[in-house]
Structure formats: C-alpha cells, structure tokens
C-alpha cells in the first residue's frame, strides 16, 4: 500500500469515527431537550410507516395501501423494521436512527467529492486533494442546522445522502467511463426521487450531465446517457402507478385532497402574498433564490462562485 493511498485510508477512517461520534452525541444532546420530534411531518412520516405495520389481518396491499400519497415512499418504507418498537416510534427516534445512518454515509461521500475537485481524479492522490476532501466533509458535518436536522425523523437527510451519491458515482462514471458507476449513480437517483420532490430536477440536469462527461463518440454518448434516464424514470414512473391504482389518479400526489397545491388553495387567504409567483416560473425562481440568500448569505455567493469555477475547470477538460 502506497503513503498516499495509507492517508486516504486513514482520513476515511477518522471522518467515519467522528462524524459517528457527532451524530449520537447530537441525537443524544437534541433528544435531552426534547427537541427531535417536534415537526409535524416527522411525526406523520412515522405514523404513516406505523399505519403499515399495525393493521391486522390484512392483506399484503391492504398493508401497501396505507402508504398513501402525496409524501413519497421510500423514508417510510425504511422505517419500517423500526416502528414495530413503541418506544421508538412514539419517541421519533425510529426515524432519527435512519437520519443519522444518513449523515454519516453523506460526510463520506462529500469527501470523496471534495477529494476529486480537489486533485485526486481517483487514480492520483495528492495532499491538496486530502485537504480539500477533508474541509468539504467537515464543512458538512459540523453544520449545526445540519446536526439537529439528523436527529429528528424528516426525510431531509436521506435525500441529501442519495443525491450526493448520486453525484459521486457520475463523477467516478467520468473518469473511469465504467457502465457501472453510471447505474449506481441512476439508482441512486431513483432513491433520491422516491424521497423528496425536488429530486425530480435530477432527470433533466442528470441526463445532460450524463452526455457531457461520457468518453467515446456521440452515439456512446447517447447510448449510455439514455441507459442513465431510462432507469432513473422507474421512479416517477412507478409513483405515477402508486396514485393511479390507489386512487385512480396518476397526479393524485399533484392535485389531490392532501397536494401541496390543495393545501395552498384551502389557505390561500394566508398565504395570498405569494400569488404574484403562481404561474411565472421567473418570479417563483427569483423568490426562491431571495429565500435562499437570505438563509445562507456569503456562503450562497460562493456557492455561485464555485460553480460557475467548475464550469469553467471541466470546459477546459473537455476541450483538450
């Protein structure tokens, strides 16, 4: 084994431990004010997973049925083995446990995205790489709105966990051009669109990526970046099912009793201001980017700088 492959190792090795040590002495530190249950969707996530493993006597898609819409699947699925135990349902640590599982594979994933941006290019290792590998996932991992989120039973870190393995794995698809990592990082993807709304931006984003960084002539290209969308839709695909054969409406998650936008229009009185964003994708992209700044501030600034950097970095690479 090589010094440097020796300190990869070791610098693995110590982020695990401590971001171990950092998830259960925050759980434990959040849970003794009794703070880790307190959002209603994390409790409804519970009691939904609970829902599925209470009902007696009953069949197995009497069981599938409770999972209902519009919340997606997967964190109540996971869950599942878990909230069997009282205490740990009725405590949210069924769901915390599953957030903290989260935090830590995601602290290890950042650094081996960090590692890679830095230098590394998985076949180099270099102190630089070490470095840079080393902040991303400390960054990550000392956050304190980060800490407490993986203590309760939302489904925020799951997503996150997903999504950046599914960057990861695209990133080890353009440098080793291996199929493989490619389907690792599709399945990853589906994982992240069975968790959260949002991750639906990834098909679009995902497949152009995709056809960017794939070595080989445009038909490889295509090839293998369709083979990337074609297994990434399975998820949306499969949850335009899920509603259609329980409620005979493929956008039941969309437009049903419980949808986002049901809800907005039963409290539109309360929430009328933001009507001038309805229907201008311009606007609503304007507000949510104001939302954004004014929660993370510089760090969003550099978050743009940093992009539009790598941009530039893999045009560079492309070209040559």
Known sequence: ?????????????????????????????????????????????????????????????????????????????????????????QTGLAGSLLSMLCYVVCVQFLFEIGAIFGGLCFKKETKKSLISGTLAALIFALNPSILYLQSTPMTEMLFLATFVGAVFFLLKHASDNSTIYLVLSALMSCLAMLTRYEAWAILPSGFVTALIITQGGW??????????????????????????????????????????????????????????????????????????????????LLGVISFIKTLFVFYGKFHK
């Open 1 to 89: 084994m090589s010094i440097n492959s020796y300190s990869i190792n070791k610098i693995r090795t110590c982020l695990f431990i401590l971001s171990c040590l950092l998830s259960v002495t925050s759980c434990c530190y959040f849970f003794h004010l009794g703070i880790t249950n307190l959002y209603g969707d994390g409790v409804a996530h519970l009691n939904i997973a609970r829902k599925v493993v209470d009902l007696s006597d009953a069949g197995l898609w009497q069981h599938y049925v409770q999972l209902g819409s519009p919340w997606l699947p997967l964190p109540h699925l996971l869950v599942l083995p878990l909230v069997w135990n009282n205490y740990l349902w």
């Open 219 to 300: 038909q490889n290209r295509l090839k293998l970046s369709a083979l990337w969308l074609l297994i990434s839709l399975c998820a949306p695909f499969y949850w335009f099912w899920h509603n259609w054969a329980i409620y005979g409406n493929a956008l039941e998650f969309y437009n049903g009793f419980y949808s986002a936008k049901a809800i907005y229009l039963r409290q539109q009185e309360r929430l009328g201001w933001a009507d001038f964003a309805v229907g201008r994708p311009h606007l609503a992209f304007l507000l949510a980017l104001s939302a954004s700044i004014a929660c993370s501030g510089w760090v969003c």
